[in-house]
């Protein structure tokens, strides 16, 4: 069961490079999810995405962008990296019906270092 | 909105101790929690959850949590904690009412010293 994949697992930018990091589930799960994981802020939510075709901000969405390609994947894109955006990126899934209760599935994680 | 605190960040303990580690949540509507567990360089994964019914929840490695309304606590309890328990725990919270969105606590770091 390959579950939540995440690409890459490590990456090193400059300041002002892109990127988009990939997330590929293979649950049906309706929902995805991307979080940044820093250092005592536990995680947070940057963008998800309930259903394909539909996107909403989390908590902390500047700087990045998003896509829901279709219903597996669920891509997150730097478009000019900030060493503020060091950090652990993880994508999620989970199935939003009442029996699922959106327990939430997570990749391993991505983890980005921005110089 | 639905919050959620853990007091402590780390936790240190022996091998075979007893251990709690605490969390404490705020909302204004019913609510499902759930303790996931971070191994090292590993994502998060489900260690229990409470969603109804019995206040208290079993995991199936020993780990126990006890839904306590009245003081909006979620506390996370071992009798006996072994090396392999040494991971960093999230404490979460859930609308039951259908809502998407789940709220991490910032985490709490168990070092289980041999």
């Known amino acids: 069961n390959a579950g939540v994949t995440q690409t890459p697992k490590f990456q090193v930018l400059k300041t002002g490079q892109s990127m988009t990091l990939q997330c590929a589930q293979d649950m049906n799960h309706n929902s995805m999810y991307w979080y940044r994981q820093d250092p005592g802020m536990g995680l947070r939510l940057i963008y998800y995405s309930a259903s394909e075709g539909t996107t909403d901000k989390g908590e902390v969405p500047n700087g990045y962008n998003v896509s829901r390609l279709n219903k597996r994947e669920f891509s997150l894109r730097l478009e000019s990296a900030a060493p503020s955006q060091t950090s652990v990126y993880f994508c999620?899934?989970?199935?939003?019906?009442?029996?699922?209760?959106?327990?939430?599935?997570f990749g391993a994680g991505t983890r980005l270092s921005v110089l | 909105a639905q919050s959620v605190t853990q007091l402590d960040s780390q936790v240190p303990v022996f091998e075979e101790a007893p251990v709690e580690l605490r969390c404490n949540y705020s909302s204004s509507v019913s609510v499902y929690l759930f303790w996931y567990v971070q191994y090292p360089n590993q994502g998060l994964q489900l260690l229990l959850k409470y969603l109804s019914g019995s206040t208290l929840v079993k995991s199936i490695n020993g780990f126990e949590a006890e839904f306590n309304k009245s003081q909006t606590s979620f506390h996370l309890r071992k009798p006996s904690v072994h090396i392999s328990d040494t991971a960093e725990y999230f404490c979460a919270v859930s609308d039951s009412g259908g809502y998407q969105k789940v709220t991490f606590g910032t985490g709490t770091k168990l070092q289980v010293i041999p």
């Open positions: 999620a899934s989970s199935l939003t019906t009442s029996e699922a209760k959106n327990i939430q599935y």
